[in-house]
């Protein structure tokens, strides 16, 4: 299992209304902090050799000139190596997406490009505070394809308040029509704290209620398989296996990675650890050569198993049930068959040929899953 390195650009032009993550929308620190990455880079180069996937993540990476991206390649080539075949993803703003950028990053290996559309809807871009219009999104993905690259997803949201199904089914239509080759449909989920959850919290707004929360979840699921996605993990589509996103398969099914930048995680073995959410604290740590880690957990084989489980039923895959005996020591069919028996009689997971994979229902209530 190559590990995979994901790069935490925590930098944002402006904060989307419903943003929880942490990102800081001053560019002061922008220059120094490419510097600090490759900082952070040494302090693992004793622990990491190689990786097969770079996931450059936000914040926005697309704020990033193409040189700066460039400069991180060269020194993750530097203290680490890269597989020949390594998938290197760039999450992108579609205002951020013009073709010299696009040309340059296709130059240096970026192979595969995500880009946040969120919606074609211009009211729901204007309502999530988006800085871009449904016209920059197709304009971006046009470019995209334009420049050559042939591995693009498009990440959307559904479940806005006041959007209906038909709004919804127009944007997913939208999207299918340019046959990228991953999309990912996540569903909005607000935090108190932002612009968004404080109109929730004033009663100004509601969230679509539950059944209509599901119907949108089946609907998306059904369409896109039609149209021949394959529906992979809960929020994740792929036209071909081959566009299963390599990087993020890594989360859920434990093989190590590496998080750099503040508050990026980072996994192996048995054990968790992440830096300080905080891009001052990181730039001074960094420069005093001391790590920028906040805190490290390590799981008991209880807690793997545990996670095991959770994560397998986010997968089409699901769970290899001689493999996670061989893995824990532990048959869940003998252990849960009880707990195991109720859900599949609910429809939620279906147990054959050695696997427990979840149904569409299943995924839908994932959530629910997890507590056995
Ligand atoms: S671009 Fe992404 S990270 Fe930045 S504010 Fe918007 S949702 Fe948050």
Redesign the pocket.
Known sequence: MIPGLYIHIPF?L???H??N?Y?ETSLKDLSSYTQALVGEMALYKQHFKKFDTVYFG???PSILKAEEVADILRSIKHYFSLSDDSEITIEA?PGDLHPEFLKSLRDEGVNRLNI?VQSFDDDILDFLG?RHSSRDAVHAIETTYNEGFTNTGLDLIYGIPGQNMKEWMETLAMAVSFKPEHISCYQLTIEANTQIGKRLGRGEITLPDEDLQYDFFMKTSESLEDEGYIHYEISNFARETKFISRHNSKYWNHTPYLGLGPSAHSFSGNTRWWNHASTDRYLDNIKKGKSPLEDTENLDIKSLRMEAFFLGLRTAKGINLQDFNNRFNYDLVAEKGDVLAKLEGSGLIEIADGHIVPTRSGFALADSLALI
């Open positions: 944002c402006s904060k989307c419903y943003c993550f990102s936000g914040g926005t703003n946040g988006r």
